[in-house]
């Protein structure tokens, strides 16, 4: 695996997979480890926030991410695109079709038993250590600029303040210092579009 795809793939894994799922079990007792993966410009607060991450136990590890994930009552950080992008906030919008079809042209699909929207924040960075993996780098900044970018940082900003999961709210952060690291490493300009959420 390409080195620069490491943390995408780990961090993806834990946005999409449940605390059950035996690659989220693997990545948890490795945290303190992730800041070797990625050469950080924030290293020592990185080193920090991995050495104390709060990891809840089996239980709440699962409640915690059925509330933010799966959706129990109303979400406080929907983590699909289409609902911060579109006007009506549902899933499967425009946004989402046409990141379908960039995935489409890179030959990327997702059939997982969680039948997600491609559009949910974990699959989209699966999708970019996939594009990094194959070292297809341009199409992997198109996904950055034009895919994650615009809308992630509202999406991380909600999560890192939800009153449910310190846990999540800590992969909030390091996932926020990743992509601000990448868009300042790659010279990025995303848009600012306007969030309906």
């Given at each position: 695996?390409?080195?620069?795809?490491?943390?995408?793939?780990?961090?993806?894994?834990?946005?999409?997979?449940?605390?059950?799922?035996?690659?989220?079990?693997?990545?948890?007792?490795?945290?303190?480890?992730?800041?070797?993966?990625?050469?950080?410009?924030?290293?020592?607060?990185?080193?920090?926030?991995?050495?104390?991450?709060?990891?809840?136990?089996?239980?709440?590890?699962?409640?915690?991410?059925?509330?933010?994930?799966?959706?129990?009552?109303?979400?406080?950080?929907?983590?699909?695109?289409?609902?911060?992008?579109?006007?009506?906030?549902?899933?499967?919008?425009?946004?989402?079709?046409?990141?379908?079809?960039?995935?489409?042209?890179?030959?990327?699909?997702?059939?997982?038993?969680?039948?997600?929207?491609?559009?949910?924040?974990?699959?989209?960075?699966?999708?970019?250590?996939?594009?990094?993996?194959r070292e297809e780098a341009q199409a992997a900044h198109t996904l950055l600029e034009t895919y994650l970018l615009?809308?992630?940082?509202?999406?991380?900003?909600?999560?890192?303040?939800?009153?449910?999961?310190?846990?999540?709210?800590?992969?909030?952060?390091?996932?926020?210092?990743?992509?601000?690291?990448?868009?300042?490493?790659?010279?990025?300009?995303?848009?600012?579009?306007?969030?309906?959420?």
């Amino acid at each position: 695996m390409s080195s620069i795809a490491v943390l995408p793939r780990f961090l993806g894994a834990l946005f999409y997979y449940p605390p059950t799922h035996p690659d989220v079990q693997a990545i948890v007792v490795s945290l303190s480890a992730l800041p070797t993966l990625c050469p950080w410009a924030e290293r020592t607060e990185m080193e920090t926030l991995c050495q104390h991450w709060p990891v809840p136990d089996a239980d709440a590890f699962i409640w915690q991410y059925s509330v933010l994930f799966e959706g129990q009552g109303e979400m406080f950080a929907p983590p699909w695109a289409s609902v911060y992008l579109e006007n009506d906030n549902l899933l499967m919008g425009e946004s989402t079709a046409r990141y379908r079809a960039f995935l489409h042209q890179h030959g990327l699909s997702f059939t997982g038993a969680q039948q997600e929207p491609e559009d949910q924040f974990g699959l989209v960075l699966l999708a970019l250590a996939a594009l990094l993996e194959r070292e297809e780098a341009q199409a992997a900044h198109t996904l950055l600029e034009t895919y994650l970018l615009p809308w992630s940082d509202r999406y991380l900003e909600r999560l890192q303040q939800n009153p449910h999961s310190p846990f999540y709210a800590q992969l909030a952060v390091v996932t926020r210092l990743l992509l601000q690291g990448m868009q300042r490493h790659y010279g990025l300009q995303p848009e600012t579009p306007r969030m309906f959420f």
